[in-house]
């Protein structure tokens, strides 16, 4: 149970035994449930108080332990930067120190990743990321192009263009820019050259 909940059951606790021993003439039969009451509040308000000893000792061991925490890796850094100006940071040496050496970069052959080797697709090394799929592109309905192009629903051609329907709906203008689809699958306005 939290003190919080107990602070808060001894605080109504107290009330409720108030309350009754106005009228313990009236009840003389709970005058040993109130005073086995009034001890149970009496040991839980001893408790509270342990409690917060408690808590405040924990706050400042807790307090105390980060400190050494944050002293020792100053220490630890300290050491390992002393070994590596010693012995260089690419020697076996500094294991003993309990560093880790970089490794020598190496050159990075054709076809291999920036990391090293090529990204392999293994469950040695599951945790290494897969490269996202490509997104397909999708196909454009003419129809829905058509619309985009031409908003108002007419396709014109420009004077000296003749217009013919072929097979397929489109209209094959003889001029610069080849085949523009047409509405509905036939022109709807057609111009000859003179």
Known sequence: MSTDTL???IGTWKAQIANVKAR???MPQLV???QDFEALVLEGEELQSAQDVYRSK???TTLRSKDILRRGRSFRNRLIAGAQSVFGVESPLLLEVGAKPRLPKRLHPAGSSRRGSPIRRSSSRPWRRRPKPRRRRSRVDPADLEVALFPRGRVRSPPGFS????AAGMSEN???GGAIPVLGG???HSSTAT
């Open 32 to 34: 040993e449930t109130v």
């Open 186 to 188: 036939h022109a709807t």
């Open 58 to 60: 924990l706050r400042e």
């Open 24 to 26: 313990l003439p009236e």
């Open 7 to 9: 602070s808060k059951n």
């Open 174 to 176: 003889h001029g610069v």
């Open 163 to 166: 217009v013919r329907i072929g």
